[in-house]
């Protein structure tokens, strides 16, 4: 069961047709071929043009055109899709703060919250360490009652 990317492509092995996926698994890179739905041989290697050169199929290409990766749409789709990551001086930095917010906190939330004005206050405190709830009472509007799912949004990100 693959956990990450997967790209697919048919062709033929053995005189019969197939289907050839490339996938991503922690940190291996495996071509499997199916034969009518059934797995009829599995490669595994540490980069995708070494698994590619265990299939000895489609030797005119090279692994990272075989699992679809030169492509820039596919790259574009994958950076978006990719967890951020940061470390403690990154939340000095605008743009890697918002990216953060867009991913784990910006479709869970009301969308006329001012939560730049979070960090920002946060920055400036002598205090690293906040209550959330009583901090994010500074953003929202009067009154607000938060789910769980709001909260829950808010403690990933942080």
Not at 66 to 91: A, M, V
Not at 120 to 127: F, H, L, R
Request: charge should be neutral; hydrophobic fraction near 40%.
């Amino acid at each position: 069961m693959c956990s990450g990317y997967q790209a697919s492509l048919i062709n033929t092995y053995e005189r019969k047709q197939s289907i050839f996926i490339s996938q991503f698994e922690k940190s291996k890179c495996i071509v499997e071929i199916y034969q009518e739905s059934t797995l009829i041989k599995q490669f595994i290697g540490t980069t995708p043009d070494e698994v590619w050169r265990k299939t000895g199929q489609l030797k005119k290409f090279i692994g990272i055109q075989l699992f679809g990766l030169e492509s820039l749409i596919t790259s574009n789709l994958i950076q978006q899709h990719q967890i951020p990551k940061y470390t403690l001086d990154d939340w000095n930095n605008e743009f890697i703060i918002e990216q953060l917010f867009d991913y784990y906190v910006k479709r869970r939330i009301i969308a006329n919250v001012d939560w730049i004005y979070f960090f920002i206050n946060w920055a400036k405190s002598k205090n690293l360490i906040i209550e959330l709830e009583s901090a994010l009472y500074a953003i929202y509007p009067k009154g607000y009652e938060f789910n769980e799912r709001e909260l829950g949004a808010w403690k990933t990100m942080l």
